[in-house]
């Protein structure tokens, strides 16, 4: 692909009407490496004209997705109220007079017309042409240049809509679909700007775009039958056109639309649930991208470096929990502990949990291997941090041991770790075998006991290693404490 001349500028343009989905961020993620790559320029632009339906809770939603993924904005909006950059304001609300303008010269160069029809009429007509197998397309009435005048002696207040070709056709060059062509009859007269003066979808990303200088307009596949609509408005107004590049819809796994009944679908859901930004980014980064047929784990730098528009693909990308869940926790297990445990830190804080940060980076590597969500820890750790523990009592028989047996493992494994002079995981694991060997026990048994008398759990983070970040003062009091639990199990003769 060959690059004008220009520099490289790109935008992502969310609309604050609800969560940053899954696939505004990975459409958001290409547009940043590509101006990366090309060191150019990320714009974020926020499209709110919806006013119905934009708030400012979604926008610091979204604008805090984009911060947890690292995606920082070269130009754009620093909150809610506020933006940076020698091309903003970077509200649509707040750049209206850009589009009136416009609208304003597309009339007197007779490429635009009044149209004085009412929402009632069109959708009376709409409804008409459905009846009769046609298209529901606006049908031009207000081109007559008496009709509009009969129309505007009565008081209606117009619209502004675009007079398209009539004939022809609108050849979109694609740098992912390559060129995609449009019959003009297709392509109704748009409406650029509302009765109320608030610009259409359409009209609006056309003047933004030419004012930010935009040079390539990568976005959802969803907006391809757009483009030929914004290519007449380019050529309306005698403005270069941007590149475009549409970019694959996201499929669940089962090749429907991704939504929430396939699980977590924004992006504040993931970061919720334990998922690390880095992994996030690699793996959206592979939805209709690739490198090669075998690379799947990217550091951010070389995502960067190799990331190009040749490279994305057409055919939709499947959004799999379980691929992203697995990416994830190669992306654990490469932390260093001491920045896992940091990681971790805020997370256990979460669930109420008090964590000192010696303790804390003692038990990370413990369950680094076992975790493939930070929030799994949680689970896994609690009894670290627990003064005392409470279980149900027949935890300790998990084993199939009957509670005499489970009386017997806890009072010798008691006496055995009591006289156990270093109370390290190299002492402690092999002198629980000998006694295991002694008792004429297999060692899973003896050490299932074990485990639960001292974490209450019949799944924990290795036995040895865990005994040894309790200290063997915690370890012989959880025993003490397991032996009277298990003796309202035991007989009494």
């Not at 089962?254 to 679908?265: E, F, I, P, Q, W």
């Not at 799999?320 to 256990?348: C, D, F, Q």
């Not at 390290?424 to 006991?449: C, N, S």
Request: glycine residues 6%; neutral net charge; hydrophobic residues 40%.
């Amino acid at each position: 692909m060959i690059l004008p001349e220009r520099s490289v500028r790109v935008r992502f343009a969310p609309s604050p009407t609800g969560e940053l989905h899954v696939g505004g961020a990975r459409t958001a993620l290409f547009n940043w490496l590509f101006a990366r790559h090309h060191n150019g320029a990320f714009i974020l632009r926020i499209e709110d004209t919806d006013q119905m339906r934009s708030t400012e809770e979604s926008l610091g939603g979204i604008l805090k997705s984009l911060h947890w993924l690292g995606l920082d904005c070269d130009e754009g909006p620093v909150d809610e109220k506020s933006d940076k950059g020698p091309y903003g304001p970077y509200f649509q609300m707040k750049r209206l007079h850009l589009y009136r303008e416009a609208g304003q010269r597309l009339l007197d160069e007779n490429k635009a017309y009044h149209c004085y029809c009412t929402p009632q009429e069109l959708k009376e007509r709409r409804e008409a042409a459905l009846a009769r197998g046609e298209p529901p397309r606006y049908d031009r009435r207000c081109r007559d240049p008496e009709y509009r005048k009969a129309k505007a002696a009565e008081g209606r207040k117009p619209a502004v809509r675009i007079a398209m070709p009539l004939g022809g056709e609108t050849i979109v060059q694609d740098l992912v679909r390559d060129e995609v062509r449009f019959p003009n009859s297709e392509l109704e007269d748009l409406v650029l700007l509302r009765a109320n003066g608030i610009p259409t979808y359409n009209f609006a990303v056309v003047i933004d775009d030419l004012a930010m200088k935009i040079s390539h307009v990568i976005r959802a596949e969803e907006h391809l039958a757009n483009t030929p609509k914004q290519i007449q408005i380019y050529q309306a107004l005698g403005e270069e056109i941007p590149e475009f590049a549409h970019v694959s819809i996201l499929l669940a796994p089962d090749r429907t639309k991704l939504s929430k009944r396939h699980g977590a679908v924004a992006v504040h859901e993931f970061a919720r649930a334990g998922y690390l930004a880095e992994a996030m980014v690699n793996y959206l980064a592979l939805l209709g991208w690739s490198y090669d047929d075998k690379t799947e784990i990217f550091t951010r730098e070389e995502l960067i470096n190799y990331f190009g528009l040749a490279r994305v693909v057409a055919s939709p990308a499947i959004f799999s929990h379980e691929k992203l869940t697995w990416m994830n926790g190669v992306y654990i297990r490469n932390l260093k502990p001491e920045e896992l445990a940091e990681r971790l830190l805020p997370v256990l804080r979460d669930a109420k949990l008090d964590p000192d940060s010696d303790t804390l980076r003692r038990i990370t590597p413990l369950i680094q291997e076992r975790i493939k969500l930070l929030s799994e820890a949680p689970a896994l750790t609690d009894f670290f941090f627990q003064a005392s523990l409470d279980y149900e009592p027949r935890l300790l028989l998990s084993k199939g041991l009957t509670p005499t047996q489970a009386e017997q493992a806890l009072r010798q494994g008691r006496e055995t770790l009591e006289t156990t002079q270093s109370f390290d995981e190299a002492h402690i694991e092999p002198t629980l075998r000998a006694l295991a060997q002694k008792m004429d026990w297999e060692a899973g048994k003896l050490f299932g006991v074990l485990r639960v008398a001292v974490t209450g759990k019949t799944v924990a983070p290795p036995l040895f290693g865990t005994m040894a970040s309790l200290g063997k003062e915690r370890v012989l009091e959880r025993i003490e404490f397991a032996l009277q639990k298990l003796a309202s199990l035991v007989p009494t003769n």
